[in-house]
Each structure stands twice: as structure tokens, then as C-alpha cells.
DNA sequence: GCTAGTTGTTCTCCATATCAGAATGAATTC
DNA sequence: GAATTCATTCTGATATGGAGAACAACTAGC
């Protein structure tokens, strides 16, 4: 699809920041991105928020410069967290005019919230209204979201409810059982499939011409020193997975951490899956007679037969 | 602050749809909107999310309409799910090149998903990543939502957390507990204050003036028949709030329902809320030596207490 | 397989919306 | 109270968005 961009992706990560999950917010803001917008980056410090921006969907044809404006400040205000008029104009090279006029229009539609004491601007949780109405209306969500809060309970660690949407994992649903480790996922968050569990149970069930779409598109980035970082390995991996009945994560995405999930399908169509994350020093990578795989793959059996009760 | 908006507001609610919230995705399309956008709503039927949408922030004195029109298109998806080009073009009155070339921008940013089969487009998880981005920030969040959940299963019913934004009241924490009612709320949704215990809770520790802004802007529509529909009679409300310590809605939102909401203060600012709801079979009225008031109350009390491990 | 009807996408050109820059105003600091 | 900083408003040159037309890709009917 965008080959040179997928070499690139694969340039960085390799040399890249391995390691635990960075939420992007609080990442060191890149100084030097390219002035038009409409080129890709031309400097050399990339941050994974930014590639997963270039990476989504296709060049339109015919952009909207003005739309694309006002996204680029939701952007920057989300990594920013708060800011203030003049901080925007000069982190986007834009008049404070503009930078005012949008801002101000996104406050009017409810986007974003002015703090009149500071004179400061952030997101609204419009974004978190809207989410929620969307996820609320994903079928395996309203099956599987009850579930995933008993499973949490009954293995005591984290649980997980994930869909794939443009190549990424998204995380549906997350509950921590009584022992859970504290990962630094969220509701919302996205995460490459092939360094998950959830990722390679959804791969797994995909055809084989999608998961080469999204390799394409993504990459497969280094995250430790086990992530799986080539095609022919990633391939044989999933017909493992498919055997198996259920995907392991051992290291691949954070030392120290193994992760099982299992696919949730409706008829025959993979639809997500649902995932328990633990200490290797808990979760045994022997897996026959696991408690953990027992309860995981009960759980996602019990979503498939309540498909019908949407 | 808009006080033509507000009596709009009044008149219409009062004579509007009481009872169950509704998640406006579902609800019909409203045909008669003016035609320019930057006018307001000329005919008589108005939606709840149409309300909501004018009432949000000041007008901005110099509005960038290209953004507008690309709010308008994620309105309109957002209400009806999924739509196709020709679909929206006729909805917003639009041409069909420009509804295509402000959707395909929203794609290429990732806000919007296309699926190539169908040729439809929806909103994507985008916007749950930035709103559980968002959310993930707010303090009293990261305090409170253990908590919450501790709360739903001592208390065995529905537990929500809830902050204040731009005058309505925002579910950040959802947690149902072994017999919890199933109220239509999610995560992220907006509900009026004055109607509920937790809105109770938030405005009985906002300054007097601050409670009249938000009446002002919001106004005090009727949604069932014992909702408070007079100012005085809130302040008179909010007076014996301040008194008990915790705020209370006895059907006031929902027939059947009963809900107990305690404030949530670092500081003595007021920042949230927590809150428990069931049935009025099981949520009794009598306040003295009730079980979910105790829980509630050491809940919030300790909630407070760790406002320092943030 | 051909034709007619739909719908998505691209292209062109001009009315118009956008935004830089200047001017104003409000708030804070020294 | 002068100086500084910053948000906001105003204005005009010009970049750009979008209507409409043309094209492309599909589907349905015969």
C-alpha cells in the first residue's frame, strides 16, 4: 500500500525505543516536523503517535486544508495536554488568529473546553461521549463487557476486550482482578497486533492477504527483544496460534509480562478477542491443565454462544 | 449569558419527552434545521443532542465554517452510525464532492473509517482513544475508579463517577455491582445536573453565581414529573444537600429509580462525585443507619484522602 | 451482453472563506 | 504608571472549498 512509508516505520522502530508502553501524551514534543502538512516527516526523531497519524487510511485526493488545520490543533492539544493560544501558533507555525479562530470554533461545537482564569484551551471529554456511543454499539461489545469483568475476577489479573480497526488493536473493555499488574493501557488505546496476544488470536482468524495488508501498513516494530519482527515468523506463529486454539504473548511486547488470548468469532468471522495479562512469574507457559487458558477459553466460548442475545 | 437559548430550552423540555434517557444516535432525524449553520434552529422540533450542541460555548465571533461542515458530517455519522456519501449529502444539503472530500480528510486522519464493500462510512474508536486519553488525566479519575468498583460490588448496585463540564455532568467511571439495575448510561455521557444526585452533589459546592450560569445555560427541563423545575426550589434543594452531607434524587431522573450521590472535594474544591442507584424497592428512604449512605460516604472519604497519591 | 440507473470519485473554476498582520484591549509585572 | 505579554478583533489579499459536470465503477433488468 505505502511501502516506503511501511520501510520507514521499520527503519525507526529497530533502532527505536523498546520497552514499556509510552502513552504519547507526555512524550517529548518533536521540534522539527515539516512545514507543509502535506509531506510526510523530514527530520529524523519520529514518535509512534505521529507514525500511526501518517499511517492512517489513504492520501485523499482532495483534502480539506481547513479541516486538516483544526485536526492538526486537536493533535497538539491532546499531547499537550492544555494550552494556550500563543503555545499552539508557535508549535504549528500558524498566525494566533487562526490558531484563535479554530479554537474557538471547536469551543463552540463542545470539542474543546477554555479555562478563562488561564486562558487556556483542552479536548473535551465530547471525545470520550462519542466513543462511548460508538463502542456501546459494537456488538461484541455489549456480549463480551460483562464478561470480561467476571474473567478479571476470577483470574485475579488483568483482562482485556480488544477489536482490530485499521490494522491496530483497540482496547474495548479492561478490568483488573485482585492481583492484576497495573499496564499502562487505557479504553481507547491502540497497539500493534503483532507483538500482543489479542493481536495474533484476531491475525490468526484473518486471511492471510489482510494480515499481509496490515504488516504492509504497520510494520513490525521491535518492542523487546522477543517481538516477532518477520513476515515468515509472524506466519508461522499464527498457524501455531490457530492449533493451539489460543495466542501467547511470552516478552514480546513488555519484559517481564506473558499474556494468552483467545479469538471471539461469529460465525466463522473474527470479530476480537479477549486477553489475560500477568507476571511471567504467575501465568506457567506450560499450557495444558492452565488455569488461566481454562478460564480465558471458557470466557470466549460463552461470548460466541451469546451472539444471539444482542 | 444566552438567555433567548435558555427559554427556548424551557419551553420545549417542559412540554417535551420525559421519562428514559435516550442515546440520541437512535432517535429520529430532525428535518427542519436552518439552512446556514451559523443561524440557530427555526422550527419547532429540537432534539436533546441538538440543544446540547447550540448550547455549548460562546458564538465565536469569527467561526472557520470549513470546520463547521466538518463537525456537521461527524454529528450526522455519530447520530446515524453509518452512512454513505449520497446519504449525508442529502442530509446536510450538501454536494456530494464535498461531503467525499471532507470524509475522505477525516479518514486520512484516522477519524473516520471506510468500509470499501459496503462504501460506507463510520465514526472510528479515534475518538475513544482521545477521550480514554483525556479521561486517563483527570486526577480525581485515576483516585476514584478503583473505588468505584469496590463500591458496585459492597454495594451490589450501579456506581457511577461523575465531574462537571461546561455545566452538565460527565460519566467517567461505570461500575455494576451483583443485582445493578441497567440505566442506559455509558461511559462518557452527558446527563443535566439538576436532575440527577450527582449534579445535585457538584452544584451544592459550586459558588451561587456559577450554579445560576449553568441554570441559565442549560435551563431546568422536567424529566420526570418529581424533577425540580424551579430555581428556587434547587437552591432550596442544594441547602439541604450541603446539610446531609449527600445528595439525593428520588425519582427525579427516572421513575422506579432512586440514586445517592456524595461530592467528591480536594481541597474544598468541588471536583466530582460518586454515586450509587437501584431501584426504590431496595434503595430506601430513610437516611439514617442506611447501609449504601455509609458505604457511599467512606467511599468518597477516602477517595478524598488519596487525592495525594495521584 | 447491453442499457439504464446509482453511486463514488475526480476535475475545473470562481465566489468566498481563511488567515497574516496590524490594531485594540485586557491583564500582569516591574 | 510604563512596559510587557497575551487574547481577541478587524481588514484585505489570496488560497481554497465546493457546485456542477464529467467520469468511473457497479448493479439490475431484460
Redesign the interface.
Same mark, same amino acid.
Given at each position: 500500500m505505502n511501502s516506503i512509508l511501511a520501510t520507514a516505520i521499520e527503519t525507526v522502530s529497530s533502532g527505536g525505543h523498546n520497552g514499556a508502553l509510552v502513552?504519547s501524551?507526555h512524550a517529548a514534543h518533536p521540534e522539527n516536523r515539516s512545514e507543509t502538512g502535506s509531506v510526510f516527516y523530514d527530520r529524523t526523531i519520529f514518535m509512534d503517535s505521529d507514525i500511526?497519524?501518517g499511517c492512517?487510511?489513504? *492520501?485523499?485526493?482532495?483534502?480539506?486544508r481547513?479541516?486538516?488545520?483544526?485536526?492538526e490543533i &486537536?493533535a497538539t492539544l491532546?499531547r499537550l495536554?492544555k494550552a494556550r493560544v500563543t503555545t499552539l501558533a508557535d508549535e504549528l507555525a500558524m498566525g494566533k488568529?487562526a490558531v484563535?479562530?479554530?479554537l474557538?470554533?471547536?469551543?463552540?461545537?463542545? $470539542? &474543546?473546553?477554555?479555562d478563562e482564569d488561564t486562558k487556556t484551551y *483542552?479536548?473535551?471529554?465530547?471525545?470520550?461521549?462519542?466513543?462511548?456511543?460508538? *463502542?456501546?454499539?459494537i456488538d461484541v461489545y455489549k456480549v463480551a463487557e460483562?464478561k470480561v469483568?467476571e474473567l478479571a475476577t476470577e483470574s485475579g489479573e488483568l483482562v482485556h476486550l480488544v477489536?482490530e480497526?485499521?490494522g491496530m488493536g &483497540?482496547y474495548?473493555s479492561r478490568s483488573?482482578g485482585e492481583r492484576a499488574v497495573d499496564l499502562d493501557t $487505557? &479504553?481507547?488505546?491502540?497497539h500493534h497486533m503483532h507483538s500482543t496476544a489479542f493481536g495474533k488470536a484476531i491475525l490468526a482468524h484473518l486471511p492471510q492477504e489482510r494480515v499481509g495488508e496490515i504488516v504492509d501498513q504497520h510494520g513490525l516494530p521491535e518492542v523487546t527483544p522477543r517481538t516477532i519482527t518477520s513476515r515468515d515468523e509472524l506466519f508461522e506463529e499464527l498457524e501455531r496460534t490457530r492449533d493451539r486454539g489460543f495466542a501467547v504473548d511470552d516478552e514480546e511486547r513488555l519484559e517481564g509480562l506473558r499474556c494468552i488470548a483467545a479469538p471471539i468469532r461469529f460465525d466463522s468471522d473474527i470479530i476480537g478477542a479477549i486477553s489475560i495479562s500477568g507476571p511471567t512469574a504467575r501465568i506457567d507457559d506450560t499450557w495444558e491443565n492452565n488455569e488461566f487458558v481454562d478460564q480465558l477459553c471458557r470466557a470466549a466460548n460463552v461470548i460466541e454462544l451469546n451472539k444471539y442475545k444482542v
Open positions: 502513552l501524551r500511526l497519524e492512517m487510511g489513504d *492520501r485523499a485526493k482532495h483534502p480539506v481547513t479541516t486538516e488545520k483544526s485536526l &486537536v491532546n495536554g488568529s484563535h479562530n479554530h474557538s470554533t471547536l469551543e463552540e461545537h463542545g $470539542y &474543546v473546553i477554555k *483542552r479536548l473535551s471529554l465530547k471525545f470520550l461521549d462519542i466513543g462511548g456511543q460508538i *463502542r456501546s454499539e460483562p469483568e477489536v480497526e485499521d &483497540v474495548l483488573k $487505557y &479504553v481507547g488505546c491502540k
